[in-house]
């Protein structure tokens, strides 16, 4: 395994699997991964309330319909820039401040949002979708400096926070110590008030290493009187020891952010396999969005942004062969779906795939799958996963991914296949919609980084 640290975690969980830990008694709070759409992909930091309203139509109409629900948008919505005349999104120089109100509580950009998320909420409701915002753990840093009072207490920020607990990535926040007087009211103030808008999903980031504040949050959703899912990043920190406060949140992630990379589609592979012990224990293991389609739309090509981590605006660099094997490792992964281009301007191809009834069928089944046979040698890297079916257990998913560049072309008997060989089966390749005829042995040929994604039952 390449990471230390995950191959430490996953040694640590399966001693404790082992052993007869209580992580074994715990079930996912939701039937099926959550599927939606998050903003961060296509805009970053900077959508605005004309493109959330564009995407929420969008959402509307081509999600919908085939159980999509959650309509999400990631961080920034609370940053207010001074735009320069004809700008569209923040460049340099332009000043940013950050929109609080008066408990230190961040609130809709006055120059993203004019009007708030009020109309945007209800023509959510109105479709029967639920809305959802990133926050940052902890309180602002602005908050702190202006010491503003915790809402119904006699703390204010000051008291509360830890001024050196800081992100990594981020300058926008100071951790807050949970032993402090005042420190539960203002995550249940932060609750309260999201409440009071209808949020219902709630992505929160830099805080899977923070158990105090991880159960802080879960206390202040329960004690809002209001349902809303809770998802938590970023995966790099994940720790065996925080299980319990974990089974807490609907959502984990496993991983970095997930870009449309060839390398990002390994590192998935990696993640899936070393924190499978994690799986169907109380929340769904997410391998972040889906970049298809029309992304980065916030960093129009220059010289600046050429050598940029994760590039500049375009439509998505995978092929066709790796957005199935993309969304083949998310369905068998039972991974929560949530797509990250934008919903006005990607290719229709994107949404075949994102509505295809056998890839939800196969993810809303809720079963994580795991490896079965992989044959790794000089001249092939093919890895075989199953999806059992979790009421049929002569019914599920096979996913044979070729790891390679180049075609493979592999023989499996049904051993390898994780099939019963004195079984009879029908076998219905998904991408390719043909039935493959059912032998003791059965040859694949698999274009490169491609995959057969097949569903199996008994005859």
């Known amino acids: 395994m390449k990471n230390n640290y995950f191959s430490t975690v996953f040694i640590i969980i399966s001693l404790m699997l082992a052993n007869g830990s209580s992580i074994a008694q715990y079930t996912n709070k939701t039937s099926a991964p959550l599927l939606g759409w998050n903003s961060y992909d296509c805009y970053g930091l900077d959508i605005n309330e004309k493109l959330t309203h564009e995407n929420l139509d969008a959402f509307i109409e081509k999600l919908k319909p085939y159980g999509y629900e ?18 569209d999104w923040p460049t340099d120089g332009d000043k940013r401040h950050l929109n609080i109100d008066e408990y230190g509580r961040f609130i809709p950009s006055e120059v993203l949002f004019p009007n708030g998320f009020k109309d945007i909420i209800d023509k959510a409701h109105k479709h029967n979708v639920k809305f959802g915002l990133h926050h940052m753990r902890g309180i602002p ?8 009072p915790i809402k119904g207490t006699n703390y204010s920020a000051r008291d509360i926070a830890d001024v050196n607990d800081i992100c990594a990535w981020s300058d926008l926040m100071y951790g807050v110590d949970m032993d402090k007087p005042g420190a539960q009211e203002y995550y249940n103030s932060v609750m309260e008030l999201m409440a009071e808008w209808g949020v219902e999903f709630l992505k929160y980031d830099d805080i899977v290493h923070k158990p105090k504040e991880i159960n802080a949050v879960a206390d202040a959703i329960e004690n809002s009187g209001w349902e809303m899912m809770l998802s938590i990043s970023p995966g790099r920190a994940i720790n065996p020891e925080y299980y319990e406060t974990y089974s807490r949140a609907e959502m984990i992630r496993i991983s970095h952010d997930i870009w449309d990379l060839q390398e990002d589609i390994d590192i998935t592979f990696e993640r899936w396999e070393q924190i499978l012990p994690y799986a169907d224990k109380g929340f769904w293991l997410d391998m972040d969005m889906i970049p298809f389609g029309h992304i980065r739309l916030w960093e129009p090509l220059s010289l600046n942004n050429l050598q940029s981590n994760r590039g500049y605006e375009r439509m998505d660099n995978f092929s066709y062969a790796q957005k199935k094997t993309f969304m083949t490792q998310r369905a068998m992964g039972a991974s929560p779906l949530f797509m990250g281009g934008t919903l006005t301007s990607s290719p229709q191809i994107v949404f075949e795939l994102l509505t295809n009834a056998d890839m939800l069928a196969c993810n809303q089944n809720g079963v994580t799958g795991e490896l079965i046979t992989r044959v790794d040698n000089y001249a092939q890297k093919v890895d075989v996963w199953k999806t059992p079916h979790k009421t049929n257990e002569n019914e599920g998913w096979i996913g044979v991914f070729n790891r390679n560049y180049y075609t493979e072309l592999i023989k499996l008997n049904k051993e390898e296949l994780g099939l019963d060989a004195s079984a009879s089966y029908h076998l219905y390749d998904i991408w390719g919609q043909r039935i493959i005829e059912d032998s003791d042995e059965i040859i694949f040929q698999i274009p490169g980084n491609d995959v057969i994604f097949v569903h199996f039952k008994n005859k």
């Open 70 to 87: 959650y309509f999400v948008l990631d961080a920034g919505w609370y940053a207010h820039y001074d735009l320069k005349p004809g700008e």
């Open 141 to 148: 840093r602005e908050a702190v400096e202006k010491d503003l």
